[in-house]
């Protein structure tokens, strides 16, 4: 079994003193048997609590719209988890 995952964030600082730290926006990921045949999936976005910049957008392809009625971080991480 292998599980491969990605996270889309706000930005790569994270915990940084000076500048704001980055949010989890998205969350994915696919579980493969022992023959990469995928067996389990999972996608969620995730309500980062603040708009998000043009730039972010760009990078992205996530909108504020996207991310309205999604779970809050913790609730998308025990999700995932």
């Known amino acids: 079994m292998k599980i491969y995952f990605d996270i889309e964030t706000s930005g790569l600082s994270v915990g940084e003193k000076d500048r704001k730290s980055a949010r989890i926006l998205r969350i994915s990921a696919i579980k493969t048997d022992g023959n990469?045949?995928?067996?389990?999936?999972?996608?969620?976005?995730?309500?980062?609590?603040?708009?998000?910049?043009?730039?972010?957008?760009?990078?992205?392809?996530?909108?504020?719209?996207?991310?309205?009625?999604?779970p809050r971080t913790r609730t998308a991480l025990k999700s995932f988890k």
């Open 36 to 70: 990469n045949n995928i067996t389990d999936c999972f996608d969620t976005f995730v309500a980062c609590g603040e708009y998000l910049s043009k730039c972010v957008r760009e990078i992205t392809g996530i909108s504020n719209t996207l991310l309205k009625g999604a």
